[in-house]
């Protein structure tokens, strides 16, 4: 028997169990029914279409995504001669960030503009199906529309057309959810004025642009949207009840509201389980993935229940983790990228560049780039507004599992030693170009010959110093990542070129954190000299920190490596450091300290290093109430930085001049002095010390009876400055400007400038 004859024989048995006689679809009439049978098959009329209903519900509020959905308003609900297009929209973003459920609900809001049904096709379920493909999506389409199985053509481009005819005529929303490529999309765009094609991807589907399509990226929620969601699942009273938690919480899970409603449903499954407790657990990188997953625990149907509720993409698959969401994209890149994907999950960098990409996969920059755009493509990595890559937290560690799993033993500590190498060559070149006779130990020449340098005169690279306050956590991760695959020699190196940036900008912590690594990784590569240099550095942030037993402990280490190596510089640069923690304590001490650190350099032809020596002294002997005999020895300092084309450290000098100017009682050359230093430092980007020379002007402004606003105007630059490199005088600073009336403004009289 046909299907035809099936279909209207079933219509006749539901019809003789009705009340009503009305009849919908294909009916049967018949006389008297004795021996044979007459049977009539009458075609549906289009009154009788049927209309399709097949967006997947939502089973549990929505909730955030109000612009996005104003924005789908926007897209695909067009008017007047506009709505004789056929609107085409796309919603892309990582797997797992909520596009399934977005384009659900637009769907649910907008019934009532697509008066002739909805049509849904799940693209992921075709692929998970023997031999499915776009011809059986158009073929649900055409079912959907009423066409029986028995009437579908066998070819796609004849399907593609009885599709468009079925769909003449009627105003219809197509949502096709997961596509992976637009050849997918355009035999589903139905011929009906006025309807609308919602697509969802992890691709970016850029090739639909030429059809038409406007692209809505879909981010991850942010704290309060991933609050709002956290608050929706697990009560608002559970959220109020430990909000930090919460926070934490959403944190961990990088607004991926897949991971919240995982997170969310462990804590339903598990009443004893606390949001505390929970990010405790999920604080560990290792844990983290496992612990985002639904174990088969008592409850735990209720908790997948929980995890699925609303999300269509996980209900119709009966998946309740975040690697299994992100697992068909991965499985779906080609092998070269899917190398690639792992290997940035090794990566400690969070944002690269193209160049550190390459080097991570140990291949050449043209290999590595479609590599990234196939990444890009299937939705497992970000571009950022700077033009730099970065995996989704989630994501990059997916992509660890991954490694974990298929890489070779090995590989981890090798993609370290290639990007710690990476690193501390374009890290060397920075350091030289913004101070070539600066001292290092680490003779990296012979390491450097032939490399291109980016900072180099004429080269189209950053300048240095923004290029490492970019990189900055970047460095630091590397240095980490690196001592923990026991790299010592390159750490110390890295550490050591990296600490240039510092004496510019002050980020006091990461300062000690590289030089705390660098110090330790020189010890265990038993080089006395590094260690030196390192542990006198470390001397620095520690004492701007207030940690001033550990500075004396660290320089006096420092004094003992550098006797050992017999390195004359050296001895003379731990000199000068030691002079500097003994002028906070014993000012004769600081003295005899720099006349040593001046001596050695004389002896050793290190003009620089002497002139250093000698700012200092005179600083020192101000400090001592010896301001003339400071002037002196400050003025020849100046004129020997300047010989020496360090503007950096003549200004500097500069601005001790003007304080010790002020001392003996000459405000206005101190004022000079000091206006100029602060001028020529922050022009230098050295701004911790245009901070110094800034206090000292507040200071004689405001015991010379100039204009309030000016000494606010000073303060308020310092405080800036002070505060973000977290210095502990930011918190005297504030206190002063409170007294003042509080931060004074860049553009108030007498001001330095934003």
């Not at 602060?678 to 402004?701: C, K, M, N, P």
């Amino acid at each position: 028997m046909s299907d035809a004859f099936d279909g209207a024989a079933a219509a006749a048995g539901r019809v003789a169990n009705e009340l009503s006689g009305t009849v919908y679809g294909p009916s049967v009439q018949a006389g008297q029914i004795h021996g044979g049978i007459a049977v009539t098959v009458q075609a549906p009329t289009p009154e009788a279409r049927p209309k399709p209903d097949q967006v997947p519900p939502l089973t549990a509020p929505f909730v955030n995504r109000t612009r996005e959905l104003i924005a789908l308003d926007r897209c695909l609900t067009a008017t007047g001669e506009a709505g004789a297009v056929i609107a085409l929209g796309l919603l892309t973003g990582l797997p797992g960030v909520g596009k399934t459920a977005t384009a659900c609900r637009w769907a649910q809001l907008s019934r009532d503009l697509f008066p002739d049904g909805q049509i849904y096709i799940d693209f992921a379920a075709l692929r998970d199906g023997e031999g499915a493909d776009v011809s059986e999506a158009v073929a649900q389409g055409l079912r959907a529309l009423g066409v029986d199985n028995a009437y579908l053509p066998d070819s796609l481009a004849e399907r593609t057309a009885l599709f468009r005819t079925h769909s003449a005529g009627r105003r219809l929303l197509v949502v096709l959810d997961d596509v992976n490529h637009p050849a997918q999309v355009r035999p589903l765009v139905p011929k009906g004025p006025g309807s609308a094609v919602l697509v969802t991807s992890n691709a970016r589907l850029g090739e639909l642009a030429l059809d038409g399509a406007r692209s809505l990226p879909l981010d991850p929620l942010d704290g309060e949207g991933g609050l709002r969601l956290l608050a929706e699942r697990c009560g608002e009273e559970a959220v109020a009840a430990e909000r930090t938690a919460a926070e934490r919480l959403v944190e961990l899970c990088g607004g991926l509201p897949v991971a919240l409603r995982v997170v969310a449903a462990r804590l339903a499954a598990s009443p004893r389980l606390t949001m505390t407790a929970l990010a405790g657990e999920l604080a560990d990188e290792t844990r983290r993935l496992s612990g985002m997953a639904l174990r088969g625990t008592r409850g735990g149907q209720h908790a997948a229940n929980a995890a699925n509720a609303h999300s269509a993409y996980g209900a119709r698959r009966g998946e309740h983790s975040v690697s299994a969401v992100l697992g068909p994209a991965y499985r779906g890149l080609e092998p070269p990228a899917a190398r690639l994907y792992r290997l940035l999950g090794l990566l400690p960098a969070r944002t690269f560049d193209l160049g550190t990409a390459a080097v991570a996969a140990g291949l050449d920059p043209s290999d590595a780039e479609p590599l990234l755009a196939d990444l890009i493509e299937a939705g497992l990595l970000d571009v950022t507004p700077e033009g730099r890559f970065r995996q989704h937290d989630l994501v990059r560690l997916h992509a660890r599992e991954r490694a974990a799993e298929e890489e070779p033993e090995g590989a981890r500590r090798a993609l370290a030693e290639r990007v710690v190498t990476h690193y501390l060559a374009l890290t060397a070149f920075a350091d030289r170009a913004i101070r070539a006779d600066r001292l290092r130990v680490a003779d990296l020449d012979a390491f450097l010959r032939g490399a291109p340098d980016p900072f180099a005169a004429g080269a189209a690279g950053p300048a240095p110093l923004d290029w490492l306050e970019a990189e900055r956590p970047n460095i630091l991760a590397v240095l980490r990542d690196a001592a923990g695959h026991a790299l010592h020699t390159p750490v110390w190196q890295l550490a050591e070129v990296f600490t240039v940036l510092f004496l510019h900008r002050r980020h006091l912590a990461d300062w000690r954190e590289s030089l705390e690594i660098g110090a330790a990784s020189a010890t265990a590569a038993v080089v006395p000299a590094a260690e030196a240099r390192l542990r006198s550095l470390l001397s620095r942030p520690l004492m701007d920190l207030g940690a001033y037993d550990r500075a004396r402990t660290e320089l006096e280490a420092a004094a003992a490596c550098a006797d050992v190596c017999g390195h004359t510089v050296l001895r003379a640069s731990v000199q000068e450091f030691s002079g500097r923690y003994w002028d906070r304590f014993d000012p004769a001490r600081a003295m005899a300290a720099y006349q040593l650190s001046l001596d050695l350099n004389t002896a050793a032809g290190e003009e620089r290093g002497a002139a250093i020596a000698a700012y200092f002294l005179g600083c020192a002997r101000d400090a001592g109430g010896d301001h003339r005999g400071a002037l002196d020895t400050l003025r020849g300092a100046y004129d020997r930085l300047t010989a020496c084309g360090d503007g950096r450290m003549a200004a500097r000098a500069l601005a001790a001049l003007g304080a010790a100017h002020d001392h003996a009682g000459e405000t206005e050359a101190a004022t000079r002095a000091l206006t100029e230093a602060a001028r020529v430092l922050r022009e230098g980007d050295a701004t911790h010390y245009e901070a110094q020379a800034l206090v000292v002007l507040a200071d004689i402004v405001e015991r010379t009876g100039g204009e309030r606003a000016t000494v606010r105007a000073h303060l308020t630059r310092a405080y800036e400055i002070y505060a973000a490199g977290g210095g502990l005088a930011a918190e005297e600073l504030r206190e002063r400007l409170d007294a003042l009336g509080g931060l004074g403004g860049a553009d108030e009289p007498g001001g330095q400038g934003g």
